[in-house]
């Protein structure tokens, strides 16, 4: 069984920073692409920041200059550092990671959410 765990969330001032852990855990072979998505109140999930294997990174317009995507390969953990947090960041994060498995089976992963809320 493969799962991911986010942790890191939580309330901040506007201004602040926050730093989101996502840990890959399980029969795990091979941890692909990985990324973090948000989902704020009466919107679509949306793409913040992804990271290939090999370390190329992007952004969403919104968040460039402000947040770093970041992964340590050997504990199969993505990371996502968060500053100058404005109120419009509010919204629950969701980590992604495609996987492949010890059977061979590769798949997209999520994991649950961590919700983060920034105040003005």
């Known amino acids: 069984q493969v799962q991911l765990a986010e942790s890191g969330g939580g309330l901040v001032q506007a201004g602040g920073s926050l730093r989101l852990s996502c840990a890959a855990s399980?029969?795990?072979?091979?941890?692909?692409?990985m990324g973090w998505y948000r989902q704020a109140p009466g919107k679509q999930r949306e793409l913040v920041a992804s990271i290939s294997t090999s370390g190329r990174f992007d952004y969403t317009d919104s968040v460039k200059g402000r947040f770093t995507i970041s992964r340590d390969n050997a504990k199969n953990t993505v990371y996502l550092q968060m500053n100058s947090l404005k109120p419009e960041d509010t919204a629950v994060y969701y980590c992604?990671?495609?996987?492949?498995?010890?059977?061979?089976?590769?798949?997209?992963?999520w994991g649950q959410g961590t919700q983060v809320t920034v105040s003005s």
């Open positions: 992604k990671a495609r996987l492949t498995a010890t059977s061979g089976n590769s798949n997209d992963y």
């Open positions: 399980g029969s795990i072979f091979s941890v692909n692409d």
